[in-house]
């Protein structure tokens, strides 16, 4: 049985790790904007990686469920409750058929603005161009390719055996992502980086700058310095990857996320690593960023700690489930 949805949150989407393969053909990625607490999520219930999950920002969303399912909620702390009373983020929590679940927003402590709900066997919507993340902008993959409404409802798929040996497990906090206030959003090198002078080079890796209220999942646009151009902007338009940099005619830094467009025409001074872009996702409007100029050996050492981690994690989750239980 699917779950219902009582009330929508915000902006509530269906996202697995992304339409990969398209790009060539104008389709986007689309994905989690911070997939690593999705993975985080999905090897806690012993999901496969991939497995679709609810993200949310800001505010969350009630849901009324059809059938016991095991849940765990991860990224920002947007305060869940079972049946009315507050749950831990980070763990895995068993709930009974007609269960309401509520993901309500922030709490005193706020560590970002996305959450993921998981659910063991991930969500059953139905797979586009092999993905069912959601894409707003072309109307395709996750439920109907909109975000949630009030009455819908959104099937899950059969959890894999012995799921319920789940419930209770939490993810060591030295395991989980956090985003902290004055953190370095770690970028590479650019492919148009000459076309930036000097000075322009430097004002970009030095300076601070806030997150404007223009941001959404196509990308953050930042307030600060101007990024001087050593002739102008415009360009023959080029592909555009995860975290691209764009600095149009104003100077102001454009961060390109999951679901940028498939190709640009402004020069790109830097490509945030993917590990620095998931971390810009939980910002808000308001915040303030700098700019930390690393080398691909640097952006890739990022991602193998991140795997490393969710090694252990398995390997925990593995031990938590085999442990002797009371008769």
């Not at 593995?318 to 442990?323: C, D, K, P, T």
């Amino acid at each position: 049985m699917p779950f219902r949805v009582e009330k929508p949150g915000i902006f509530t989407l269906v996202q697995d790790l992304g339409r990969w393969g398209h790009q060539s053909r104008g389709v986007t990625v689309s994905s989690p904007m911070d997939q690593f607490s999705l993975r985080l999520g999905n090897v806690m219930l012993g999901n496969g990686q991939n497995d679709a999950a609810l993200e949310m920002t800001l505010f969350g969303l009630e849901i009324v469920l059809g059938e016991e399912c095991c849940v765990a909620l991860t990224g920002a702390d947007l305060a869940m409750s079972i049946d009315g009373i507050g749950v831990p983020s980070w763990t895995v929590h068993r709930v009974k058929p007609g269960g309401r679940i509520a993901v309500t927003g922030f709490t005193e402590r706020r560590d970002g603005c996305r959450s993921y709900l998981c659910f063991s066997g991930g969500i059953d919507v139905p797979p586009v161009m092999g993905s069912r993340s959601t894409y707003t902008r072309g109307k395709i993959g996750g439920y109907k390719g909109r975000a949630l409404r009030a009455g819908d409802a959104v099937g899950l798929l059969e959890p894999r055996p012995l799921w319920r040996l789940s419930e209770g497990f939490a993810c060591p906090p030295e395991l989980r992502p956090v985003s902290r206030d004055g953190e370095s959003i770690c970028a590479l090198d650019g492919p148009q980086i000459d076309a930036f002078t000097d000075a322009g080079i430097k004002t970009f890796f030095n300076e601070p700058y806030t997150v404007t209220n223009e941001i959404d999942r196509m990308g953050y646009r930042l307030d600060g310095p101007v990024i001087e151009h050593v002739s102008g902007p415009d360009l023959v338009s080029d592909g555009i990857v995860h975290g691209s940099v764009q600095a149009p005619g104003d100077g102001k830094p454009i961060v390109l996320m999951s679901d940028r467009q498939t190709t640009g025409g402004y020069a790109k001074i830097a490509a945030v690593s993917t590990w620095s872009v998931a971390r810009l996702a939980q910002k808000m409007p308001g915040d303030v960023v700098r700019f930390k100029r690393i080398s691909e050996k640097e952006a890739a050492a990022q991602l193998f700690a991140f795997e490393e981690n969710l090694r252990r994690l398995d390997e925990t989750r593995a031990a938590y489930r085999s442990r002797p239980r009371m008769r």
